[in-house]
């Protein structure tokens, strides 16, 4: 077995560096034969992994959501290129960053010989892969306040109080700003929503489940869509979400599909879309579940 190991330096406050060698010799030692690849720029993790993923058996990311999202990302394009039919590599996760929800909901342990350990094994579990104008994602994607939250979010804060921030900046942020409604096209209805979510896996920052049923295998997303317009609605349903309240506030509604066509009603203000926590672009956008994309070692 070979595989591309990716990392970035920063990721894990500066810890990634150190943890790729112990990874590296730690998957050598039982037999996988590695090769280091560390990221310069932000998104560099989408390029390399892209250009590994034909040439070997297992793409390791090494970090949190954020490298996992952008190795991902590279391992869909290299598939893409490749076409149907074509042999994709493993998908090997060391945690080693700031939030790392995907490798909680996996059980991969944090600990780096075990997470090796695992890799090595050759284990794996086939996860959907969701898809909006291209971009992938392995959690959720999210627009309105969801996406504006995450672009608000101080980082500082984020590494003190992990998923209580995110609960916090989207309760003001509901509070203190005016929410553009966009119109959500699923399942052949049509639904007008100030946010959204499309969650491939039940957790969202954290131990918060906004889609608390998404499973990452069921070939579906769970889409959690708030229809009301009032500010104090919105800042209530963020109230809702560590208890799981949430789904039950009026308002909210929980669907399935495999797509969706998400479009703003009016041009006046962007409205934003993350994937995994990382803001992503701006609506008009074309939603969809890619079942089973990606082949995932797990324990
Ligand atoms: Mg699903």
Same mark, same amino acid.
């Given at each position: 077995?070979?595989?591309?190991?990716?990392?970035?330096?920063?990721?894990?406050?500066?810890?990634?560096?150190?943890?790729?060698?112990?990874?590296?010799?730690?998957?050598?030692?039982?037999?996988?034969?590695?090769?280091?690849?560390?990221?310069?720029?932000?998104?560099?993790?989408?390029?390399?992994?892209?250009?590994?993923?034909?040439?070997?058996?297992?793409?390791?990311?090494?970090?949190?959501?954020?490298?996992?999202?952008?190795?991902?990302?590279?391992?869909?394009?290299?598939?893409?290129?490749?076409?149907?039919?074509?042999?994709?590599?493993?998908?090997?996760?060391?945690?080693?960053?700031?939030?790392?929800?995907?490798?909680?909901?996996?059980?991969?342990?944090?600990?780096?010989?075990?997470?090796?350990?695992?890799?090595?094994?050759?284990?794996?579990?086939?996860?959907?892969?969701?898809?909006?104008?291209?971009?992938?994602?392995?959690?959720?994607?999210?627009?309105?306040?969801?996406?504006?939250?995450?672009?608000?979010?101080?980082?500082?804060?984020?590494?003190?109080?992990?998923?209580?921030?995110?609960?916090?900046?989207?309760?003001?942020?509901?509070?203190?700003?005016?929410?553009?409604?966009?119109?959500?096209?699923?399942?052949?209805?049509?639904? #007008?929503?100030?946010?959204?979510?499309?969650?491939?896996?039940?957790?969202?920052?954290?131990?918060?489940?906004?889609?608390?049923?998404?499973?990452?295998?069921?070939?579906?997303?769970?889409?959690?869509?708030?229809?009301? #317009?009032?500010?104090?609605?919105?800042?209530?349903?963020?109230?809702?979400?560590?208890?799981?309240?949430?789904?039950?506030?009026?308002?909210?509604?929980?669907?399935?599909?495999?797509?969706?066509?998400?479009?703003?009603?009016?041009?006046?203000?962007?409205?934003?879309?993350?994937?995994?926590?990382?803001?992503?672009?701006? #609506?008009?956008?074309?939603?969809?579940?890619?079942?089973?994309?990606?082949?995932?070692?797990?324990?």
């Amino acid at each position: 077995m070979n595989a591309a190991v990716i990392f970035n330096p920063n990721s894990g406050r500066g810890r990634a560096g150190a943890i790729a060698h112990t990874v590296a010799l730690s998957l050598s030692k039982r037999g996988v034969e590695c090769d280091l690849r560390a990221t310069r720029r932000p998104k560099e993790a989408i390029v390399l992994a892209e250009h590994s993923a034909p040439h070997v058996d297992v793409v390791v990311a090494i970090g949190g959501d954020g490298t996992i999202n952008e190795v991902t990302n590279g391992m869909a394009r290299a598939r893409d290129k490749a076409g149907p039919g074509v042999r994709q590599p493993m998908l090997g996760i060391v945690p080693a960053g700031t939030v790392n929800v995907l490798s909680l909901e996996l059980g991969i342990p944090f600990q780096v010989e075990r997470a090796c350990a695992v890799i090595a094994a050759g284990k794996t579990m086939s996860l959907d892969q969701g898809n909006v104008n291209g971009r992938r994602f392995m959690l959720m994607m999210g627009a309105g306040i969801d996406a504006l939250t995450v672009r608000n979010v101080d980082p500082a804060a984020k590494r003190r109080y992990r998923e209580m921030a995110f609960v916090t900046t989207g309760m003001k942020l509901g509070f203190t700003h005016k929410h553009p409604a966009f119109v959500v096209v699923a399942n052949g209805e049509e639904y #007008l929503a100030t946010f959204m979510v499309a969650g491939n896996s039940r957790w969202y920052a954290g131990r918060f489940g906004v889609t608390p049923m998404a499973d990452p295998t069921d070939g579906v997303l769970d889409l959690v869509l708030y229809t009301g #317009l009032d500010r104090a609605g919105l800042a209530g349903f963020w109230l809702g979400v560590p208890s799981g309240l949430h789904l039950r506030a009026k308002k909210v509604l929980y669907l399935h599909a495999t797509k969706a066509e998400i479009r703003p009603i009016s041009n006046d203000e962007p409205i934003w879309y993350q994937t995994d926590g990382e803001v992503a672009g701006r #609506l008009p956008a074309h939603l969809e579940v890619e079942p089973h994309a990606i082949e995932v070692l797990i324990p």
